[in-house]
């Protein structure tokens, strides 16, 4: 779950409903994925379905609001980014592979205390990354090239999750799957500005929210969505 406060409780949306946002941006920039578009594109979308049970209701994270995706334990992170890989690979085999390639990426780097633990995790990646090599190559995509989307993957994962809510900041550090530095903010009127070189167009995108009550259980306020603008910078 990704959450913003608002002024009477927080807005929520929903991890796999993150994924969709994050297709909607895709469609919006310049770059291109090296391997299926077909496949690249339901492995953006579906990159978090392993929440979609998870996320049907908010749950009292640690800090006295609702349960946002920082604060799982780690096996319990680990065993959704599974479940995430599992179900992008029913859309499509590249899909399958980009995703593997991303959780291993993301848990890879993650610091872990408890050596157990560590080592668990560090088999775990171990097995995506064999897995997102394997399903590339059954596609004919090569390491340089499932390398490069699964940064593209990362770029539109941020600015989906920028866009939800997380972070809060008004300006965002990006990287491009090249490797080259893309700077983005929000402007006062609540759009995100992105450099023109990433965005070639305007574009608006649907943010699908819940509005929940402030204090736990967290009832239900209302079920929407809001609209934000990408815009080009100058």
Do not use: K
Not at 32 to 61: L, M, N
Not at 92 to 112: C, F, S, T
Not at 180 to 204: F, I, T
């Amino acid at each position: 779950m990704i959450r913003r406060p608002i002024d009477d409780g927080w807005e929520l949306v929903a991890q796999p409903a993150h994924g969709r946002l994050a297709a909607d941006i895709l469609g919006c920039l310049a770059e291109r994925p090296r391997g299926p578009a077909e496949g690249f594109r339901a492995a953006v979308a579906h990159h978090d379905d392993g929440w979609s049970e998870r996320d049907r209701a908010p749950r009292p994270g640690p800090d006295g609001g609702p349960e946002t995706f920082l604060d799982l334990p780690l096996v319990e992170h680990l065993a959704l980014s599974e479940d995430s890989v599992r179900r992008a690979g029913e859309h499509h085999p590249y899909a399958e592979a980009v995703v593997a390639r991303h959780v291993a990426w993301l848990h890879g780097a993650r610091p872990v205390a408890d050596p157990e633990a560590a080592a668990v995790r560090d088999r775990t990646v171990s097995r995506w990354r064999e897995t997102a090599e394997r399903q590339a190559a059954a596609v004919g995509v090569g390491p340089a090239d499932l390398d490069h989307d699964q940064r593209l993957c990362a770029l539109v994962d941020l600015l989906s999750l920028w866009a939800a809510g997380w972070p809060a900041a008004d300006e965002l550090e990006l990287e491009r799957p090249g490797g080259e530095e893309a700077d983005a903010a929000r402007g006062p009127d609540g759009a995100l500005r992105l450099s023109a070189s990433l965005l070639p167009a305007p574009c608006r995108v649907t943010v699908p929210v819940h509005v929940v009550a402030a204090a736990e259980p967290y009832a239900l306020v209302a079920a929407s969505t809001r609209t934000l603008d990408l815009v080009p910078a100058p």
